[in-house]
């Protein structure tokens, strides 16, 4: 498979108050077509950045990204984003909040009739076909998400990012959000590049795990090959040893080799005084 994205030698700097944060150090990442790529790390490691950077929403200190050998320098519907908040328009049912990015992205290049059996295509991509004239108040947050994801889809992108797309959802509905997600990445054969803080969801989607130090000055500690048969069973890799093996792997970088101390602030002798006071 050819290289579809090279994130290459990226800084990130913050200016603050108390002078420059270094967010990202020297981040070097090259993406083949159709992978699922899953960034995970602790929180504040850069991951958000790294996907705001892909997308344009921030311009990098150092370094860039190449699309196709092409930089990237404003966001574009070939770089849709999913995050982990819907943000659906309330006022607008379901089909409208599709056909508000398909008529941006291709109100030159298809007619009424094309966009309508579009949309129509996508709502069905993601099952959601029978709430197309509803409004996002009138449907579950799972399903909201998979609407999230049929805009993000019909824009044709050729990277998908998701920004901790099913962080918000209870277990079971992440879980079929997932299966979703590894169906639809079957058929389109989507290059996708996800956030998340879950080692078991990262291992059953991905195809490459990306680990991420701790930060400031964050970077890439790891990167882990996912070596498992498609299509993936979750119930069947319960009892896999590489399953097991991988998400041990990622479990060991994460605490142990990059285990993060929280500093738990103590009283002063005067503020505890103070306190029985």
Known sequence: MSIILDISKVDMVFPTPKGDFTA??????Q?????????IGHSG???????NIVACLHKATKGGVLLNNKEVTEPGPERAVVFQNHSLLPWLTCYENIELAVKRVFKNEMSPAQMTQWIEHNL????????KDKRPDEISGGMKQRIGIARALAMKPEVLLMDEPFGALDALTRAHMQDSLMEIQQKLNNTVIMITHDVDEAVLLSDRIVMMTNGPAATIG??????????????????????????SAV???????QRKIEVIPTATP???????A
Do not use: W
Not at 45 to 51: D, I, N, P, W, Y
């Open 124 to 131: 069905n991509l993601v099952h959601m076909d029978h709430a």
């Open 45 to 51: 490691c850069g991951k958000s950045t790294v996907l």
């Open 31 to 39: 993406i083949k077509k159709g992978e699922f790529i899953s960034l």
């Open 270 to 276: 005067k503020q505890k005084q103070s306190d029985v």
């Open 24 to 29: 990202l150090k020297d981040v070097d990442l």
């Open 251 to 257: 479990l060991t970088f994460l605490y142990e080799k």
């Open 222 to 247: 790891e990167i882990l090959e996912v070596n498992l048969p498609h299509p993936r069973d979750r119930l069947a890799l319960a009892e896999n040893p590489e399953y097991n093996r991988l998400r």
